[in-house]
């Protein structure tokens, strides 16, 4: 009875273990972490037949939060919610000459827009360091400024006129809208388990104007920065 029941014993054991083997090991847990740094961003708009248009990078910056998920083996989902600084660089040059009339405005200022941001990437790990993302990303407006010079010459029956300003002022929130959406594609590649670095480039997709005048202006950015992992 003893040798029928040690017999037994090791059975269940041999079958506990090979059970264990066979089954698949669970997901990493939700890690959250913080990260921050550098925009670069800018405008993109259509053609516009009344004035030279021109678009620079502008810099800025963002920091946020996030939280990391394993859905799968490779396969992570990633919200984040980030305040980030978007805008441009713009030139502008209007030339109107009928002859007797010949009028010149030259602007050059920089829009300064911030934003709540809500990406969601969906990040496929290439290695256990390494790994690439896609997803949207959800912004809301929540101000912001406009600087720069501009220049006016007027040349009217043989007299000409120049006038030169500097502005400075927060933005007319009711012309702009308050949503923003874009489609962000990046990488990312940690040195540790808790240190990371992050670039992102998010090409907008609806207009940042409510009424652009048949120009539909979007927000576009490239960000590069660090993130940590609290583990």
Do not use: W
């Not at 083996?73 to 990633?78: A, D």
């Amino acid at each position: 009875m003893k040798k029928l029941f040690a017999v037994l014993a090791i059975t269940a054991g041999l079958s506990a273990s090979a059970q264990e083997k066979q089954q698949p090991k669970a997901a990493s847990p939700v890690t959250f972490g913080v990260k921050a740094g550098f925009n670069g961003s800018t405008f993109s708009r259509g053609e516009r037949s009344d004035v030279d248009n021109s678009e620079k990078i502008k810099a800025g910056s963002h920091i946020g939060i996030f939280a990391n998920i394993p859905v799968a083996e490779k396969f992570c989902i990633q919200p984040e919610l980030l305040f980030s600084q978007l805008g441009s660089k713009t030139e502008d040059l209007f030339i109107h000459d009928s002859g007797d009339y010949f009028t010149k405005q030259e602007y050059e200022y920089k829009t300064n827009l911030n934003y709540l941001t809500l990406p969601i990437m969906v990040q496929y790990n290439i290695l256990p360091q390494l790994y690439v993302e896609a997803g949207p990303e959800f912004g809301l407006l929540l101000g912001g400024k406009i600087e720069g010079d501009g220049r006016n010459e007027i040349r009217y029956d043989n007299t000409t006129t120049v006038n030169s300003e500097s502005f400075s002022d927060k933005i007319s929130m009711k012309l702009y809208n308050k949503f923003n959406f874009g489609i962000g594609i990046g990488a990312g590649y940690y040195f540790t388990q808790n240190f990371g670095v992050t670039a992102r480039f998010t090409a907008g997709i609806t207009g940042i104007f409510k009424n652009d005048y048949g120009s539909k202006v979007r927000n576009n950015a490239l960000q590069l920065g660090v993130a940590y992992r609290f583990k």
